[in-house]
């Protein structure tokens, strides 16, 4: 089936309550198509400034150096053009194209190409920041976008999104895994296995599978609507990194860490809309303030790789963990170990300049951009009627997954130890650095967990510190879908009920958030997609939320 017909037979049937109509948005302008052979990969633009923004493309050609031209414009046809240049490119950065164009009017729509040989690239559309009064702005969060799991319609509702002006993608753009790890099986029955057909160690494997999910028209269509301003997670390396190493890392068979860091981190730069590091900064220290004229400031967060210490594992302390008072010993001494950083001096230091600076021009609004999740969100008793329904006995495949659950359900332990629940000293230093700033009203915005999230957040001694919105997996599954689709809803609702940070959750459909700012509330829509496994699907809105001001605290209304 085509891309064109699926595409209108899809939307066809949209959700009136999303309010997403066909026209609007140019996906791929008056370019070719993405089976171009000079621009294959499409066009993307990203991290966005006041004067200026980074366009992207790649020239799909042979060994030898290419030269071509880029220009910007202020209509979609690129007949009024504004500004434009020149780009060489080839093998040494795998013959990506990134450009800032600079220069521009504030608060601007803008459209741009590349040209080259005669061929002209999609037609992308992009804006600078708008600097003084703004009264309105639209993100969409999104986050694990596993190829492999199935279809990135949600990105392609994204893109036909009218009330999106950025898209922030919270990390775990790709994934590192071969064909026989996750995903693998799901990739192969639908034709989207992962390439290189390997776990991608070096730099050509991670030149390569950033190529593979560029290729994807569903991402080229999300890519030339809107820009987008991303930061990694894990995937993008390795799963559950951390300064000196990562669990999906075997320096035996697969060399030393930081080279393979150092060859991800490269890959990533070339391969997205980012801008490169400021001087006297290294690829892993991205950190960014993006101020949205006088309504909002958005800081990104690194999480990974410049501060993170050693995660720890739950299966290492199997035989510490029996009783209440092991597990209340093992999250004071273990996981809230002094010392156990998740930032970087560097981005604290940088977290609470941005954060005065916001505070003193007076934005009602401060976002965090942040990887993994910040709740205490800690692990329910399992009832025994849910066991019964699970029908789970010894020998099963998931049985091993049950009693893991039980055991953390009993001790009321957090469900993982990854996130922030598994650094509880650093969220106190966080929640610190936020507080001395005067930024008590956080709206944390999250990625990771294939999971939506609506969450309240307080300090160790209980001040309130903000919310947090969580967005669910393009395409990675909950992690508790094996447990079936109606299990995994019992244990969202008793995960929901068992903790106070959690209002709302929800880890069994695909989709994002879309959150939209105005001066004193904000709205947010849960989007869910209704099928993942196929280019026939429907959007559906999953739940509603608003945000209200309130004496300088956040609250849901």
């Known amino acids: ?8 037979r899809a939307l066809a049937g949209l959700s009136a309550g999303l309010a997403l109509p066909l026209a609007g948005c140019t996906l791929g302008g008056a370019g070719k198509t993405s089976s171009d052979t000079r621009f294959a990969h499409g066009v993307a633009s990203g991290d966005p400034d006041h004067d200026s923004v980074v366009l992207w493309t790649r020239v799909s050609t042979g060994a030898k150096a290419v030269s071509g031209e880029w220009l910007l414009a202020s209509d979609a046809d690129c007949r009024e053009v504004i500004k434009r240049g020149k780009f060489t490119t080839g093998a040494d950065r795998d013959f990506t194209v990134k450009v800032l164009a600079d220069g521009l009017a504030s608060g601007q729509r803008y459209y741009y190409r590349f040209d080259c040989d005669g061929e002209s690239s999609p037609v992308g559309r992009t804006m600078s920041l708008p600097e003084g009064h703004l009264d309105k702005l639209g993100f969409a969060l999104a986050s694990c976008s596993n190829y492999p799991f199935g279809y990135f319609n949600a990105y392609e509702i994204i893109a036909l999104d009218p009330d999106v002006d950025v898209v922030l993608h919270l990390g775990d753009y790709l994934y590192e895994y071969g064909p026989d790890g996750y995903g693998g099986e799901t990739g192969e029955q639908l034709g989207r296995a992962h390439q290189p057909p390997r776990e991608i160690v070096s730099l050509s494997d991670y030149r390569q599978r950033h190529a593979q999910y560029k290729a994807d028209l569903q991402s080229q269509a999300m890519h030339a609507a809107h820009p987008l301003i991303a930061i990694w997670d894990d995937h993008e390396s390795a799963n559950n990194p951390w300064q000196d190493g990562a669990e999906n890392h075997q320096p035996d068979t697969e060399g030393d860490w930081q080279t393979r860091r150092r060859v991800s981190l490269q890959a990533y730069y070339e391969w997205m809309p980012v801008r490169e590091p400021g001087v006297g900064m290294g690829r892993d220290q991205r950190w960014q303030h993006f101020r949205f004229g006088d309504l909002a400031s958005l800081v990104i967060l690194e999480t990974r790789h410049s501060g993170r210490a050693e995660q720890i594992e739950y299966a290492d302390y199997r035989e510490q963990l029996k009783t209440s008072e092991d597990a209340q010993r093992f999250m004071r001494e273990i996981l809230g170990a002094p010392g156990r950083n998740m930032l970087s001096s560097e981005m604290e ?11 003193t021009a007076g934005r009602p609004w401060r976002l965090i951009g942040n990887q993994i999740p910040m ?38 332990l957090p469900l993982y130890t990854d996130p922030w629940d598994g650094y509880p000293w650093a969220r106190e230093k966080f929640y610190a650095t936020c507080s001395e700033a005067g930024a008590e009203d956080l709206l944390v915005l999250t990625g990771d967990s294939h999971s939506f999230w609506q969450n309240q957040l307080f300090t160790g001694e209980g001040k309130p510190m903000g919310l947090e919105l969580g967005t669910t997996g393009i395409t990675s599954p909950g992690d508790f879908i094996n447990f079936g689709v109606e299990g995994a809803r019992r244990m969202d609702q008793l995960v929901a009920q068992h903790n106070r940070e959690v209002i709302w959750t929800e880890g069994v459909t695909h989709g994002y958030v879309r959150l939209v700012l105005t001066r004193d509330e904000a709205s947010v829509d849960f989007v869910g997609v209704d099928n993942i496994l196929g280019r026939e699907y429907r ?5 509603h939320a608003g945000i209200q001001r309130r004496d300088g605290h956040l609250s849901y209304s």
Request: charged residues 25%; without cysteine; negative net charge.
């Open 539 to 543: 959007p559906f809105a999953v739940r």
């Open 1 to 8: 089936m085509s891309y064109r017909i699926s595409r209108r």
């Open 375 to 412: 709740a205490r969100t800690h692990m329910p008793p399992i009832p025994q009627d849910l066991v019964e329904q699970l029908d789970i006995e010894p020998g099963h495949p998931l049985y091993e997954e049950l009693t893991s659950v039980q055991a953390r359900g009993a001790l009321d």
């Open 349 to 359: 230091s940088f977290l609470g300049e941005s954060l005065r600076e916001s505070v």
